[in-house]
Structures are given as C-alpha cells and as structure tokens.
C-alpha cells in the first residue's frame, strides 16, 4: 500500500529510540506533519518542540551535536532549508552532526501552494562540500536511509514526500549508501530519478517498451555523494540520459548528473523538473499540470528520444 | 453599504459562511486561523481601509499584509465583499486553474499585496511599505496581521526592534491572538507572555482588546491612526475556530477542510446568527 516517506521516517526514529540513546529530535510546530509526534510521545525527553522558529533549532540542534547528541531535526523542508544560511554555518562549518529531515517536498503536496513547497532545497545543500543528501523512493528505502543516518556521522539532509509512494522494493532490499539503484536495464536511455517521481519515471519506461523503446530506469537516493562513476557507465552505455525530480532542474539531480556528465562523459540530456514557481492545486492536477505523472514523462522522454 | 456595528457583524458572520464553504470545496485550508480573523478584517478593510475595486491598485490605498498567509480564505472573502473577487470566484479556492493560491501570492492576484505563508517575514514587507510612505510622504497606512504562533519567528522579532526605532507610526499591527498553533496551545509549545510589556519596552503604542468585539476593534483602529511617533500594535484576543461551535479549539481545526455533515451543521449554526 501507498506510504509516505515521512510516515516511515516517523515510525523508524521511534524504533531508533531505543537503541540510540543520544538521538534527539527537534520540531518546529510541525510534528504531526513531520511524524516525529510518535518519537515526542515515547521519548519526551528527547523531544524538543521549539515552536515555529526554524533557525533557532538549527543552531540549538548544531550546539547539541556538537556535545555529543545527535539531532534529527524536523519541518517542511522548505521551512528548515529555507534557513539556509544558518545551516551552511552552524551545521555545515561547523561540522555539527545533524540530521535535517525535510518533509512535504516537491509540487505533490498539492493546494497549500509554493509557499509550502520545497523546490529548491537540494539544489542549495548541494553546494555545502561535507552535506549528504538522501532522498528516499519507497518505505523500506526510506527506513533503511533513517537507520543508515542515525549512525553517519555527518551533517545530513534527508528529503521526504508528504504524498504516499507505492512499493519499488522487497524485502530483500539493501539499502546501500552513495550507489545507485538500478531499477530496470535498458540499452536506448538510461532514467536517473529520484524521490517520490521514481515510480512514475519506471511505469514511464515500463510502457515505452512498446513504442520499441529500451530504457533504463536508476534510482538516485542518494544525491550527495552522487554515484558519479555508474552515472557515467549509464551515460556511455546508453547514449541518452533523462533526468526526472519533483524539484528545480536547476541545481537538483539533474544539475548534479549534467556536471559529472559535462567534465566526464559529454552526453545529450533531458532534465525533467520544476521550471517555474509551484502553485495550488490537487498533487495529481499539479503532476499533470507540470508533466510529472506517468503520461507527462512518457511523453517527454519519448519527444527527447524521438526528436 | 451599512456601516454600522450591527451591521459590520451581520457582514463578517455571512463571510463567516463564505469560509466554510470555500473550505469545503477545496477540501482543504485552515478554518480555525481564518475565523478568528474575520472579524479583525471586516473591520479594518470596510471601514479604514474602504477597499474597492476601483482603488485595489491605487498606489496611495491603504495596504494590508496577511502575515499570517495561511488565513488567506477570510481574506478572499473580504476582498468578495468589497467587489475585488467576483463572488462565485471564491469557490475556486486551491484548485489548479484558479488565481485564488492556498497561501497569498501578489503575482497570481495584486490586491493581497504580498506572497505570505512561510510565517514570520510580512511584517518586515508591511515596515518597508511603511517605510516607503514615508520616504514619498504619502498618507497611506500599511496594515499587518499576525498569528501567535507566528510571532515566535526571530524575523518577527528584527521587525518588532526595527520598526520603533524607525518612527513607523504609519504602521498598525494587529496581532490575531488566538491563543493555538498546530502542536498545541501556544502558551505551552513558546510562551509569548508577558507580550504587551515586550512589545512597550520595544517602544510600541500597544493596545490590549477583544477581538471579536467589533466596537472595541473600531476603537482600537480609531486610536492607532495617530501618528506620534510611534508604530501601533493591537493585541486581539480571538477564540480560533470563532462563530462554529465545534470549530473553536486551540488546534483541532488549525487545519483541515469540514466534510460535508460538517459544512452544513457548521452554516447551520451560523445562519441562526444572522437572525
Ligand atoms: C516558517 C513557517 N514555519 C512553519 C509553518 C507551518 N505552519 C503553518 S500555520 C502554523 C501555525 C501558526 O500558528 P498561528 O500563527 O498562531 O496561526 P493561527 O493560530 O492564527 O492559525 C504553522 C507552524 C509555516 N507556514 N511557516
Ligand atoms: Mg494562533
């Protein structure tokens, strides 16, 4: 069943509570949004509801790592990357180990609008040199990319959906840090997706088979550091690269595949993404609306291939 | 139109009405935070502001900032009952074709002056626009309202230092304070008390009242058109979820849209007030 990737997060840290006894978690008035209300009513303690004051959490959250805690902390993710000065010096310099969980990424949280949307956020913690970044694509990813944080010891940023997101993974499924996940092979095109599109990006592919059409489907989860060396592989094999987020195509995976591209193996490519400020709207209104359900990217990988 | 007392409250509870029904028709949105504001709205834009659609774009109007961005459908409403949105349009609220945005943004519609709904930044926009009154000595007031919760933001807190020092007494602030955030009340989640005595050693011209008292509102309002000096600031004291019995809580209808049975108890309820 569709889950959102917040919701394993927020069942995941509860887990993570028990074993981790210097794991705080911060919210900023968010937490039922967040998940990380489960987390505040078994471990009150641990919990720090700061009110609606984003950059005061970062720095008290810096401060607690940097005394041996480690925080996750906890809003939209345009809410709390927003803040992004405060957390390039007081996370990022200062080499404080937090965790920044940013949900309701993306146009799919649909009618509140941009003002609550996180389009740009991973294009801004791209540029801080020791920040990973993960974005997860299904639950059993998402609580395996929780549990992987909880021990990493380094700032972080972690990128939830509100919307729910249908299984791409078994059971069996190893979450590995920095390696791409190869979904599906092709010959034609390799897909470089990450997120809550994933899916849509693969169904895309799936059909595009019939328009005798082999491409390769990639799961980025994590963006920084980016799998760069099987990046590179895709692009030679294949010949065509297509990009495909729920976030700017400036400075997200697709700005961050055109660079390795660019220096390492020159290659034609689509970016597909958000190219204008979101707006209100149903998540599946705006998914037609911006060309990222399942017909949209279809039909632009099939324009960029065929044109 | 009537601007009487009684009239101004027949007015606000019927786009007490109009609210519910945009938010049932969206299927989403934040009733609790928009009722405990129209009443504060009402006042100020039928009888200070005097908005039309003639004037909405005048560059020497009145302007209002909605800090608080996410109460945006009482605002639409009152925009509706100035003749800035045409009434059928209100309906239209979040859906994908439409200008009426979940949160205000200035580019899909002007009148709402500015893109609000990350909390904590309107209030510095209403001080330069306060600011650039000044420098162009025009009359105009520049309006600001604020949610409780909201006022925990350090931005908040720069403006509410900036603004004295700068003599903005062009600037009326009006605080909706209804005493709920999202993770619970907000005395508990940060504690904004003693406000009043802050916001005076911040060298504001405070005024305490009942928000929903719309005489006390017009008095308040009356009282901060002087300019001595100082920028105003108008503590209201609201109930969140205002007029709907089973609205008004501190969190519980902070935000999510009425469902049917919902909408029609809660029209219901409101239609007895008008008679
Ligand atoms: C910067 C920022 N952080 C968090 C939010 C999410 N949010 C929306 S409304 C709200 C609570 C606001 O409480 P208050 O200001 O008291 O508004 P009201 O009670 O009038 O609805 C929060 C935390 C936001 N919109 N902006
Ligand atoms: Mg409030």
Redesign the interface.
Known sequence: MAKATRVSFGEELVELGATHPELVVF?A?????TQSQHFAAKYPERFF????????MIGAAAGMALSGKKPFICSFS??VV?RFEVIRMSIGYSEANVTVVGTHCGVAI???????MALEDIALMRTLPNMTIIQPADDREAKAAVRFLADHQNPAFLRLTRQGLEDLHGDDYEFRFGKADLLRDGSDAVIFATGGVVYNALKAAEELESEGLSIRVVNIHTIAPLDADFVVQCAKETGRVITVEDHSIVGGLGGAVAEVLGERQPTLMKRIGMTE?G????PE??YV?FGLDREGVKRQVAAFLKG | MDLTIPALQRSANEMRIDIIRMLHAAGSGHPGGSLSLIDILTVVFLRYIKRTKENALDPDRHRLVLSKGHGVPALYAVLARCGVIPHEDLITLRQVGSYLQGHPHNGSFAPVEASTGSLGQGLSMAQGMAMAAKLDKKPYKVYCVMGDGETQEGQAWEALLSAPHHKLDNLIVILDYNKGQIDGPTNEILNLEPLGDKLRAFNWDVQEIDGHDLAAIDAAVARAQAENGQPHFIIANTIKGKGVSFMEHPTEWHGKAPNAAETEAAIKELEALLN
């Open positions: 919210d008035d968010l937490s039922k949004s509801e700061m009110g609606i004051q984003e950059h005061n345009t809410f927003g649909g009618e509140d609008g941009y003002s609550q400020y707006r209100s709207g149903t209104d705006l609306h």
